[in-house]
């Protein structure tokens, strides 16, 4: 929107006159009114890109016809006019919504001025409009979000009548299912698109700083925390907050997220004040959150506040009519950011993929499609482009050694974190695989610590200390 047609309203015609002419003399189409009642129905009739107004005018004064105009047609731009110097004028019309406002007598380079401020403000605001409607296309049921089985459709339709609401919602899902996306997809087809959309992985993020990632922390609060810094619930203010992998969320916080859905307020971590804050959660996980909360891992009350309105996403094998318009959409991404040459999957190639479990869902099919495009020397891709599912494996999750997954979680865990601020890493990685090995033993052994320590090659004393530095809730079998 760039400013092309103006409605100058003043009950004086010299005003009128002048106006018209200097406008007019930049190229602006003019249109006057002698009061306030003409204004407003020369308004209604035709849109204006910006509103002079006189704040004294015959029939309906200018911060009234302001505050009509707010409701019946924001877009358009209002400079009130005053012969009174008054901050009383200045302060109630910028209030109700006035672009900037001129005091009589004026010159016109000040209303130059505010012009060419207001053009500017326009044509940011048509870049703003313009990159929002880019992300709700890029983010359009169907384009990125790929399948038309019936699974998929019935996705479709949840999205359809929960993106335009502002209720919490659960994603359910299998790794690699895509469950970020459909996330970012209700964001960006929501009316908070244009504000922030962020994204914390719970459990990439160990639990002694997923606390000040969340909430933010004061000078002080612990070692290293030198200054103040907002948590993502502060800066995601307005907007989205998808937290992924729930699921593995501390009970300790799981309270004060129920007390954000309920409160709508938040406090810094060393600090006393609360915050008032607007932002939709969307949450996701690849656990049974019924059962977690059976085993007394996750708080009932919070999982019926998260799952308001959830969405469970189908595992690959059971859409695999998806898998060739899937197929298709990854080589052409290859194609765009890869710089590979055109190319195509065979019919036999395709089968093969349809033949594959796909245990690592969407995700492991993108990189097996983008391997190949990469390492074929063909432009049509044939079942030897695959040689991983040729024998019915794939490398994805399944030969990847503990030591090479460990290094993988860790690097992605380290990659979120400011290592500036750490001064106990070692330790903190360390509980980060002691507790669930530990408690993994003991629901092995019923909760037997005796055999529990041979398992592990520890004394029993040593196995029950970490049982009570990590907090380790110990059930005995039968």
């Not at 009548?161 to 895509?178: H, K, M, N, Q």
Request: hydrophobic fraction near 40%; include cysteine; glycine fraction near 6%.
């Amino acid at each position: 929107m760039s400013i092309q047609r103006i409605l100058v309203a003043d009950d004086e015609e010299s005003i009128r006159w002048v106006l018209s002419k200097a406008l007019k003399k930049q190229g602006f189409k003019v249109d006057l009114a002698e009061d306030g009642k003409q204004a407003l129905s020369m308004l209604r009739s035709t849109h204006y890109d910006l509103a002079v107004l006189d704040i004294k005018m015959p029939g309906l004064q200018g911060l009234e016809l302001l505050q009509k105009l707010q409701e019946e047609s924001p877009q358009t731009l209002v400079v009130i006019m005053t012969a009174e110097s008054t901050m009383e004028n200045a302060v109630a019309a910028m209030k109700l919504g006035a672009y900037d406002y001129l005091t009589k007598p004026f010159d016109l380079d000040a209303l130059d001025a505010i012009i060419l401020k207001a053009q500017k403000a326009a044509e940011v605001s048509d870049q703003i409009g313009q990159l929002k409607e880019e992300l709700q296309d890029q983010y359009r049921f169907g384009r990125t979000i790929i399948g038309n089985s019936h699974p998929m459709q019935e996705v479709y339709k949840t999205l359809g009548r929960i993106a335009p609401s502002d209720v919490t919602v659960l994603i359910t899902g299998e790794s690699g299912t895509g469950k970020e996306l459909i996330a970012r997809a209700i964001h960006f087809n929501s009316p908070r698109l244009g504000k922030p959309f962020l994204a914390i992985n719970c459990a990439a993020i160990p639990r002694d700083l997923l606390e000040s990632e969340l909430f933010g922390h004061e000078k002080g609060a612990f070692t290293g925390a030198t200054d103040r810094k907002p948590g993502k619930f502060e800066q995601a203010n307005g907007g989205t907050l998808f937290l992924d992998e729930i699921g593995d969320m501390p009970l300790e916080l799981q309270a004060k997220l129920l007390r954000v859905l309920q409160e709508k307020e938040i406090t810094r971590t060393g600090g006393s004040q609360t915050m008032q804050i607007d932002v939709r959660i969307v949450a996701a996980t690849n656990q049974n959150l019924v059962e977690q909360v059976e085993g007394k891992q996750f708080r009932e009350d919070l999982y019926y506040r998260l799952n308001v309105l959830p969405i469970d996403l189908p595992p690959l094998r059971e859409r695999k009519e998806d898998i060739p318009s899937l197929v298709e959409f990854f080589l052409q991404r290859a194609q765009q950011d890869l710089g590979v040459s055109t190319i195509e999957c065979s019919t036999e190639a395709l089968s093969q993929l349809k033949r594959h479990n796909w245990p690592g869902n969407i995700r492991e099919l993108e990189n097996v499609i983008k391997r190949a495009a990469l390492l074929s020397p063909n432009h049509v891709l044939m079942p030897s482009d695959f040689p991983g599912l040729l024998s019915g494996q794939s490398k994805e999750g399944q030969d990847e050694s503990l030591e090479a997954l460990v290094a993988r979680k860790l690097e992605n865990s380290l990659a979120q974190m400011d290592l500036q601020e750490l001064d106990n890493l070692y330790e903190m990685v360390l509980h980060q695989v002691e507790r669930p090995l530990i408690n993994i033993i003991l629901q092995k052994t019923r909760g037997n610590q005796v055999r529990t320590a041979e398992i592990l090659g520890i004394n029993r004393n040593t196995l029950r200390k970490k049982i009570t530095t990590l907090e380790i809730d110990v059930k005995r079998g039968d």
